[in-house]
């Protein structure tokens, strides 16, 4: 039969490996738990990092749009500067056809800027 002292001994090493089971699933568990919240925070950043890049490029679009309605508003003014500074009837009414000219050419200018003063009292026509 056991002694006293082998059977101490059986019971004290099996309530250290216990012990030391315990203590190692426990290590285990609280790292799945570091790991769920490092996770948590990366998702979060990528989030985050996905709705910046998504209103940088709707920014830029917006900027594209802004800069292509100045471009279409410069051109269409720009070819009648030229005629409007070198008139010697500046004081006389209008031809019907030149006037008609002009409507159009305010028409279009409302089109590739509709937030021009003067644009909106037009109407959707111009």
Do not use: K, W
Request: proline content about 2%.
């Amino acid at each position: 039969m056991m002694s006293i002292r082998a059977l101490v001994t059986a019971v004290a090493a099996g309530a250290l490996a216990a012990s030391a089971l315990s203590l190692y699933v426990a290590g285990r568990r609280d790292g799945g738990q570091h790991r769920q919240a490092e996770i948590a925070v990366l998702t979060r950043e990528r989030d985050i990092a996905r709705l910046e890049a998504d209103g940088e490029r709707a920014s830029g679009q917006r900027l594209a749009a802004a800069l292509s309605r100045g471009a279409s508003g410069r051109a269409v003014v720009s070819t009648f500067i030229p005629q409007a500074l070198n008139t010697e009837d500046g004081h006389e009414i209008l031809a019907a056809d030149r006037a008609a000219r002009l409507h159009d050419a305010d028409r279009r200018l409302c089109q590739a800027a509709p937030d021009l003063t003067g644009c909106a009292a037009a109407g959707p026509g111009g």
